[in-house]
């Protein structure tokens, strides 16, 4: 059973430049979140997703977008990029719809590191 | 979601069992205790989960006090592969994939 697949694994790009991570979930999974992990603030969450609509976002700024497509295959944009958006963002995925019953596990991806110069 | 506490590092003699502790006295009644483990540069791995009882896999053993206020993460025979950061969570099942994963314990297994 094939894990979260991401891409990039890493890629580096300048400031003002705009960026696109993508996320497969494990096959079955519907539900799909991203995290972004800084050495300052450790890990953070950005959003997530269920049924391609976005059900939960955190405290991030507008250029942080994302959006789920039918097959549950994920993206995450950012825009107008800072030095400070250098990280490494995590995708997971998890079968359970979100705020469902029971205990709710998610399974990461090995993330895409992206520098900004 | 109630806060946890964790000792921000602790190491262990590979070979022998990992005790790492989680205080979470603010616990809910329909809230989980879950365990999530980060090795450097990784996305973090889950280990497992409990509600009440303990519970045990073959990663690890979670034991629960009765009162729910903390628990304990037990790797019965600590490797070098076990080096790593390891979080503990607390997380009601209503409320989403939204994770707090603090700052979690920096466990080094020694040779």
């Known amino acids: 059973k094939a894990g979260v697949t991401q891409t990039p694994r890493y890629l580096i790009k300048t400031r003002g430049q705009q960026v696109t991570l993508s996320c497969s979930p494990i096959s079955g999974h519907r539900s799909v979140s991203w995290y972004q992990q800084t050495p300052g603030q450790g890990l953070q969450f950005l959003f997530e997703y269920f049924s391609e609509t976005q059900r939960n976002k955190g405290n991030f700024p507008g250029r942080f977008s994302g959006r789920q497509f039918s097959n549950s295959r994920s993206e995450m944009n950012v825009s107008t990029l800072e030095l400070g958006d250098s990280a490494l963002y995590l995708c997971?995925?998890?079968?359970?719809?979100?705020?469902?019953?029971?205990?709710?596990?998610?399974?990461f991806g090995a993330g895409s590191r992206l520098t900004v110069l | 979601d109630a806060k946890t506490t964790q000792p921000p590092s602790m190491d262990c003699a590979e070979g022998r069992a990992a005790n790492l502790p989680c205080n979470h006295s603010?616990?809910?009644?329909?809230?989980?205790v879950y365990w999530y483990r980060q090795i450097h540069s990784q996305g973090p791995q889950y280990i497992i989960h409990?509600?009440?009882n303990n519970e045990t896999n073959e990663m690890a053993s979670l034991i629960i006090t009765e009162d729910r206020k903390s628990s304990t993460l037990i790797l019965p025979h600590a490797t070098l592969r076990d080096t790593a950061v390891y979080y503990c969570?607390?997380?009601?099942?209503?409320?989403?994939?939204?994770?707090?994963f603090g700052t979690g314990t920096s466990l080094t297994v020694i040779p």
């Open positions: 603010t616990i809910s009644g329909n809230e989980y």
């Open positions: 409990g509600l009440k």
């Open positions: 997971a995925s998890s079968l359970r719809q979100p705020k469902g019953a029971g205990a709710n596990v998610l399974t």
């Open positions: 969570i607390v997380r009601a099942s209503s409320t989403g994939n939204q994770f707090y």
